[in-house]
């Protein structure tokens, strides 16, 4: 994606057999061989139908809820650029993380926002952390959801931990 360019979903979905596979590895090449998307005004090329398995509504809602969180147009609006790494987000088999630089801060201090940590994912409470510098200590803080909170609510209160961090 480009930088302030709006994520457009891939069409590929939870793949349950060896050709699924390779129909979405198939996909993924060819948009890796088309470069122009990356560059220019003209958007992803036809993708057709979904490769595999829709989500189930329960995980459809927690992906949804993980996009909000980690949206880097809501993030920036918030004061927080992606900062340069190799992968953003980075996602590992414990961890789905996103590095940030907060806008006009010139001490270099990276911030992330991250979910997992535990071999099963058994929950996807969003933590905010600032990395230590040589001033200050490594700070993080886990933001769970309130009873009867919205999902605006809660992205909001997250973001603003994340926020938070930044008051010296």
Known sequence: MRTGSTPIPLGIGLLESEEE???????????DRRSAWRS??????????????????EVEGARL?????FNPLLLRDR???????RRQPALSSTTLSLRLQRRGDDSGTLYRIWVGGDRDWSNLIPRVTREA?????????????????????????????LRSLTIV
């Open 21 to 31: 596979l390779d129909a979405a590895r198939e996909r993924l090449a060819v948009l």
């Open 40 to 57: 220019e005004n003209s958007g992803l090329p036809d993708l057709g139908e979904l490769i595999g398995t829709a989500a189930s509504p």
């Open 133 to 161: 510098s040589t001033d200050r200590a490594e700070e993080t803080y886990a933001v769970a959801p309130r009873k009867s909170q919205s999902t605006a609510d809660f992205v909001w209160e997250v973001h603003r931990a």
């Open 65 to 69: 809820l993980l996009w909000a969180i």
């Open 79 to 85: 004061g927080f650029d992606l900062a340069p790494a």
